[in-house]
């Protein structure tokens, strides 16, 4: 008897160490240049606590995964784990896949599945999911607020979400990146998360080499478009541009605000913007960063402000995306110094300007509410609330809705255009 208690408890004890192995904080993500890369790739990245040289097993059935393809594996210091990266190549647009990332030595994932985009200029509808600042600080310190958002936001298949920065409250603490990812693996798992950096996941010295930039672990972990900074990518009819603000509070005092004219940053987002909209398949343009170009309060960078929305206005970017205050916030449409009034507060019919909403917060600690008054604010709540939000893009038209933690409405509205 004494004998088969001793080994079951080698065997569940080897068992715990297999489950422990197993790959987690699993997301993915589209990583190519090309206008054709969300059309026929996808990365796939995963943490593993022991050394697996680990792959993906894909197919378009998920009861026969039929294709493989290796991961590149390295050990990463800043999180003291294996960090795994894959990137499928050549699938079909517009088309479900199904994977599982791992290994016969320590286990495998479960089976997910996520989808390509169409073709270049389709005008299919396309559904985002979006979500900012789920920073692990007071009131959220185990993601706990992030993880309701998250259940939110798993009830729905989006094409991919946007986040809009400060993922974690300190980009160098390697407990903050584990509970992001192994929280958010419900929906990153089986949908491309676009994300930018926040001023919590970069470097805030203002005398460092790297100030601005990500801490290392980001880099490590995140698996984006070229420089994983400012990147852009098209997907059906729609054209996306990220672009990091850094640290444009810390920035503005020492004279170090990002994306000053003639820049190297600034020439790449003019001729990104320029081919976009020179690009017959492109019906709309849409910016996201971290800190808002309007917001109401300390989050209102006015340096940051006149780098970016010049070019903006130039090329007529349709909707710009931020995040950065934890109160959601829509502006009027505005170009220049004009800001255009509408009969229906929920309605921009074919607006002059453009659009600009602040996301809030998915789990960061919330702020007080404000900005009322703003002559360019359409609408903030009057309440701390956290939020999610989904886009959908279709034709001419694009809905946007926002939502609680429990999934009560809290705003819409819809963007017309020629």
């Known amino acids: 008897m004494k004998f088969s208690f001793f080994l079951l408890a080698i065997f569940l004890s080897f068992q715990i160490v297999i489950s422990h192995a197993q790959p987690r904080g699993i997301h993915i993500s589209w ?16 943490l ?13 059935r998920a009861e026969n995964l039929d294709q493989t393809v290796a991961a590149v594996e390295a050990f990463s210091s800043g999180v003291k784990t294996y ?19 791992g290994s016969d030595k320590n286990g495998w994932s479960a089976v997910y599945k996520f989808k390509t985009a169409p073709a270049e200029g389709d005008k299919s509808k396309i559904f985002i999911g979006l979500w900012s600042d789920t920073q692990n600080n007071g009131g959220n310190l185990n993601f706990e607020q992030t993880d309701t958002i998250v259940k939110q936001l798993s009830k729905n298949t989006y094409n991919f979400t946007i986040h809009t920065g ?25 949908t491309p998360l676009m994300s930018v950096p926040g001023n919590h996941d970069v470097v805030n ?21 070229g420089n994983q900074l400012n990147y852009s990518y098209n997907y059906g009819n729609a054209h996306f541009i990220a672009i990091n603000s850094g640290y444009a509070q810390g920035a ?3 004279g170090k605000v990002l994306f000053a004219e003639n820049s190297e940053e600034y020439k790449w987002l003019e001729t990104d913007l320029k081919n976009a909209r020179q690009d017959k398949n492109i019906n709309w343009i849409i910016m996201y960063s971290h800190y808002p170009l309007f917001a109401f309060g300390v989050s209102h960078i006015q340096t940051w402000q006149n780098h ?17 205050r934890h109160v959601y916030e829509r502006h009027k449409a505005i170009k220049g110094a004009q800001i255009f009034e509408q009969a229906d507060m929920h309605v921009y ?11 809030g917060s998915s789990g960061g600690s919330l702020q007080g509410a404000g900005g009322w008054d703003m002559p360019d604010m359409l609408f903030t709540p009057r309440q701390k609330i956290y939020t999610y939000s989904e886009m959908t893009i279709e034709g001419n038209t694009i809905e946007y809705k926002v939502f609680d933690k429990q999934g009560t409405p809290v705003d819409y509205f819809k963007l017309i255009k020629d």
């Open 83 to 101: 960090v795994s990266k894959a990137t499928i190549q050549n699938l079909k647009p517009a088309t479900y896949y199904f994977y599982k990332a």
């Open 205 to 225: 010295d203002t005398t460092s080499k790297i100030f601005q930039r990500p801490f290392p672990i980001f880099f490590e972990l995140m698996n984006l478009p």
């Open 166 to 190: 400060d993922i974690v409250e300190n980009g160098s603490v390697a407990k903050s990146w584990n509970g992001y990812f192994n929280t958010g693996q419900l929906v990153n798992a089986n």
């Open 308 to 324: 970016i929305q010049p070019l903006v206005d130039k090329y007529k970017v349709d909707l710009y995306i931020a995040g950065h």
């Open 31 to 46: 990583n190519g240049t090309g206008k054709k890369a969300t059309a026929t790739a996808m990365a796939v990245t995963w």
């Open 252 to 254: 503005e005092k020492v």
């Open 349 to 359: 019919n074919k607006p002059q300007g453009t659009v600009y909403v602040n996301n």
């Open 48 to 60: 593993n606590d022991n050394t697996d040289n680990g792959v993906v097993k894909y197919g378009t």
